[in-house]
């Protein structure tokens, strides 16, 4: 049944086990980039995950979309090449390389084989270090940009987030779209993505985690060569905003059967020593797919979505308690009562014995789960590092969760959730609300 | 290979396949069920799939969707577990679990600790045949049914469109009826509809078992041979003959106008041949006529001309996937820029494709592709859950393993002139649906 995925990046870095065979290097280049290695010598390529702290909140509210165009014009032409002579080239090598920018940080992936790494990397450094950003490739891109705005605004689900974010965020970068509105995106020139890029691709903020087949000698001299030529400093990072939004439910008019609705309120930060406690009832409440009371409550017992999912996320710069479903119109009332009510229950009443003993079990028994592929690894060391844990977290992981206690699940239930504090936002035409 | 397996008769023959880069082995049940082992140790994981050789397109006429709903009821308990007790089982040992219908194949799987397998088994080989529904769950179940119809088809005018589109490409052959179920008739499926479907179809001989990762095939076969072994398999059942196509004398066209939509474009659809056992040839050439003509957004011959020499698309695409039982589509869209009409967009995409049979192909893109391909192999056998999701997909399509083995150096030996020629037979309007989604104010 294909269940309900959010799209929203729901990837704690507490869910990260990594089994006790992978044996991570911590690697320092010749000119001191620090990197994190897992040799995996079985199949010839290499998987390289690089990130750099900062991302499209680093912009100005004018500037809005600047990041996110940028980098999608990192793979639009270096030197003599264009775009299509990048790809051809790209493709000659049967490398993979993408470029990604997201609210805190922007990352780029790369997959290459072993038999021709060294071009593939000259390649790649091409696009990090000397991107052309040609007018037609700005004009090109700009307008798939806008194509893609166009069709947001006629999505539910982007909808009700945007207005979400708008309410919970005011004044901060995460109050508007990292993409951009048509007119910040119509706007911008290319002077813009040259700032952007000196601010957000710099090496005071660079994480890198590869896997595959590739020895730690030759990762130090590989990224000297491919980020070496970075700025040392870029821009300096926003503050901190507080969930600034109060209880009750926001409708955004959109002609639809079935609505979508947004939620949350304040949460809770990732180094908070309650962070793992509040992980372990989230499982329990609204993130553990079929065994989680919200699935069990909204959709099994009474059918009245296809799914629904709750996650902590603790962003860089705020953090917060998120969720979302799907209802028809007619039925998204009833939804909204049932979460409203599980809220309580949890807040009121914490969990059972059994409820910890599942989650407990789950949690630590998807340990090795995670790991499945070099690529999956590589995103994996980089999240690890960006989040300030080190390599023998991996082995402490486990007993953190299996540390939480009902009690304490219960004392920051109560702390935390509040369902006369949740914003829900609908799109849709809902009945009785 | 399934078509050179020997029937485990007491003892099961394991045939290991050097030839392929990952390590397969494969044999049969004495009741007639398929066992693939692919074996990957880096890590201790593994993955199950069963898949059974069933899916929308063996509905009963009048009863779209059940095939999809059975996939749901089946979690929801049998006489053994209780409701919702096998996702629970699979959650509580670390693991998780789904499943998915298609119209050719309907797949359950689970990934856990590699030492969870006998446990998987002995839970999925209990639902193959101890299904039990009761009408208040199923009540529920067929809700929740219709809210997925409501998210994923009814809210989603791409959605709608391609279901239009579909039901215009195929006359006859219920490849034209959606997966999901037309909503007049999901609305009044019933526990009986589903309890004769999966009676009929739900046993191990009309079931492919699939076990990737960290596992030793000769413990899966005793494992299997435990569990599985012992099902009866489903006496008479008869091979898989859908209602064909008639000939296709006209082009057919249609337009769907939602006001939902951000962005006209237009798709078309032709009938195309798909692999067939032992016969996969034209299908190759299909398969690197789509790479070559839209694989790329950046490097292909559509995207070359339409979207940065003429500048008349902000993006283009082609597609075949051969993997199918009857006959499948190859399709091709065009998104037109700002001030680019539709009409003037399907001129240029024609235009275009007429060139490119008669320019012939570009030696050095087609060795790109060609190159990709080969580092597809390597890069494949980092991802042992995609790989069994192919070599299901191919099994319950009509494949062997020998066609799959096959496969990859049918794609290398394809010549300029294979892909013309297919180009030349395929792409022919008469037997091709064109669509249209637009925002209506484009008409006005």
């Known amino acids: ?433 | 290979m399934l078509n050179r397996i020997l029937k485990a008769l007491g003892v099961a023959a394991l045939l290991p396949m050097p030839a392929f880069a990952e390590t397969t082995t494969s044999f049969t049940l004495d009741n007639g069920m398929d066992v693939v082992v692919i074996e990957d140790h880096r890590a201790p994981v593994v993955v199950q799939m069963v898949w059974y050789k069933v899916g929308a397109a063996d509905e009963p006429a009048g009863k779209s969707g059940i095939a999809h709903f059975l996939e749901h009821l089946l979690f929801r308990g049998t006489e053994n577990l209780a409701p919702g007790e096998f996702s629970e089982t699979v959650a509580a040992n670390g693991g998780s679990d789904n499943a998915f219908t298609s119209w050719d194949y309907t797949a359950y799987h689970q990934r856990v600790a590699a030492d969870r397998l006998g446990l998987m088994m002995q839970m999925e080989a209990d639902r193959m045949r101890n299904l039990k529904i009761t009408e208040a769950d199923m009540l529920v179940e067929r809700d929740v049914v219709l809210e997925e119809r409501n998210q994923r088809t009814d809210s989603d005018p791409g959605s709608l469109f391609s279901e239009q589109r579909n039901a215009a490409q195929y006359l006859n052959h219920p490849y034209g009826v959606p997966v999901i179920g037309w909503r007049h008739e999901l609305e009044k499926l019933n526990a009986q509809d589903a309890l004769d479907f999966y009676q009929e179809y739900y046993a191990p001989n009309n079931a492919i078992l699939i076990v990737a990762g960290d596992v030793n095939p000769d413990e899966v076969l005793a494992m299997a041979q435990e569990h599985y072994g012992p099902l009866a398999p489903t006496e008479g059942l008869e091979a898989r003959v859908r209602p064909q196509e008639p000939p296709q004398l006209s082009e057919r066209r249609l337009t769907l106008e939602d006001p939902r939509i951000g962005q006209s474009y237009l798709l078309r659809s032709y009938l195309a041949p798909e692999r067939d056992a032992g016969d996969q040839k034209t299908a190759a050439a299909l398969t690197m006529l789509a790479e070559l003509l839209g694989g790329s957004p950046t490097t292909s011959y559509m995207a070359k001309r339409l979207q940065f020499d003429e500048q008349i698309a902000v993006y283009t695409s082609a597609w075949y996937n051969g993997m199918s039982y009857d006959d499948t589509t190859f399709g091709m869209v065009i998104v037109p820029v700002p001030g680019v009409s539709l009409d003037e967009a399907e001129t240029a995409m024609d235009r275009v494709l007429a060139e490119f049979i008669a320019d012939g192909i570009d030696a050095e893109h087609f060795e790109r592709i060609k190159m990709q391909s080969r580092a597809g192999q390597i890069y494949a056998d980092d991802d042992v859950a995609s790989l069994a999701r192919r070599y299901g997909q191919a099994l319950t399509t009509g494949l062997t393993l020998a066609d799959i083995e096959a496969w990859p150096e049918l794609l290398q030996s394809v010549t300029a002139e294979d892909v013309l020629e297919a180009a030349q037979t395929v792409l022919d309007r008469n037997r091709a649906v064109t669509g249209r989604l637009v925002k209506p104010e484009i008409l006005q």
Not at chain 1, 261 to 285: Q, S, T
Request: no cysteine; charged share 25%.
């Open chain 1, 1 to 433: 049944m294909i269940r309900f995925l959010s799209v929203i990046m729901a990837v704690l870095l507490s869910a990260l086990p990594l089994r006790a065979e992978i044996a991570i290097q911590q690697v320092t280049s010749p000119s001191g980039i620090k990197a994190w290695l897992v040799e995996e010598h079985s199949i010839p390529f290499t998987a390289l995950e690089i990130s750099f702290k900062g991302g499209a909140s680093l912009e100005a509210p004018e500037k809005r979309g600047a990041t996110n165009l940028m980098m999608a014009l990192l793979e639009e032409g270096t030197g003599d090449m264009d775009a299509r002579a990048f790809a051809a080239a790209r493709e000659a090598l049967a490398a993979s390389m993408s470029f990604d920018a997201g609210d805190d940080s922007v990352s780029i992936s790369a997959r290459f084989l072993s038999e021709n790494r060294d071009e593939a990397m000259a390649l790649l450094r091409g696009a990090i270090v000397a991107p052309n950003f040609d007018q037609t490739a700005i004009d090109r891109v700009r307008e798939q940009v806008l194509s893609n705005l166009r069709s947001d605004d006629q999505d539910p689900g982007k909808l009700a987030a945007a207005r979400f974010d708008a309410l919970a965020f005011a004044g901060h970068p995460y109050a508007t779209s990292r993409d951009g509105t048509q007119e910040t995106v119509s706007a911008l020139v290319r002077d813009d993505l040259i700032a952007v890029k000196n601010g957000s691709i710099a090496l005071d903020r660079v994480y890198v985690g590869a896997v595959g087949d590739i020895t730690a000698e030759e990762l130090g001299v590989l990224l000297d060569t491919l980020l070496g030529d970075l700025p040392a400093v870029g821009a300096s990072m926003p503050d901190h905003v507080d969930f600034g939004a109060n209880g009750g439910v926001e409708i955004v008019e959109f002609n639809t059967p079935q609505s979508v609705a947004v939620f949350g309120h304040a949460g809770i930060k990732r180094d908070d020593d309650d962070f793992f406690p509040a992980f372990v009832m989230n499982r329990i409440l609204g993130s553990g797919g079929f065994a989680s009371r919200l699935t069990e409550e909204v959709r099994e017992k009474r059918g009245l979505t296809y799914g629904i999912g709750t996650y902590l996320v603790p962003k860089e710069h705020a953090e917060f308690v998120f969720g979302q479903f799907a209802s028809s119109n007619d039925r998204m009332a009833e939804a909204i009562d049932v979460v409203r009510s599980e809220w309580a229950r949890m807040a009121q009443a914490g969990v059972t014995d059994q409820e910890l003993e599942d989650a407990v079990t789950y949690l630590t028994g998807a340990y090795p789960l995670r790991f499945d592929g070099n690529g999956p690894i590589a995103n994996i060391l980089v999240g690890m590092q960006m989040q300030g844990l080190d390599v023998d977290y991996i082995a402490t992981r486990n007993d953190k969760i299996r540390a939480v206690t009902r009690e304490d699940i219960a004392r920051v239930a109560a702390e935390l959730l509040d369902p006369d504090a949740l914003l829900f936002v609908v799109a849709g035409q809902p009945e009785g609300l």
